[in-house]
């Protein structure tokens, strides 16, 4: 059975930090993209960063490009999201999804993602 499974997501002043991971079990994330989402409820999901299969691409959503870096350690089979200078409009729930079919350059696309983790709060608040 395929998981993903989100963590490192709470509440974090402005300005500050947070690592999420997205650690898989019954699949290989190593060649395969890997993309992260946010959602607020009731609204679209928003792209927000993606890397390639081979660690040699990556993709920024302009809303995070220069505060957030994606990266991935294969011997974890799991990929982070490192999130820096956080905002209040960065409050969201953040999904880790990978498409087996589809590469990063269509990850902005809907219907991208075969296998999508639940989701982890961040909320950025004073």
């Known amino acids: 059975q395929v998981q993903l499974v989100e963590s490192g997501g709470g509440l974090v002043q402005p300005g500050g930090s947070l690592r999420l991971s997205c650690a898989a079990s019954g699949f290989s994330l190593n060649d395969n993209p890997v993309g992260w989402f946010r959602r607020d409820p009731g609204a679209r999901r928003e792209p927000v960063s993606c890397i390639g299969k081979r660690d040699d691409i990556t993709y920024y959503s302009d809303s995070v490009k220069g505060r957030f870096t994606i990266s991935r350690d294969k011997a974890q089979n799991t990929v982070y999201l490192q999130m820096a200078s956080l905002r209040p409009e960065d409050t969201d729930v953040y999904y880790c999804?990978?498409?087996?079919?589809?590469?990063?350059?269509?990850?902005?696309?809907?219907?991208?993602?075969?296998?999508w983790g639940q989701g982890t709060q961040v909320t950025v608040s004073s």
């Open positions: 999804a990978t498409d087996r079919f589809h590469g990063c350059d269509l990850y902005h696309v809907p219907g991208w993602g075969d296998y």
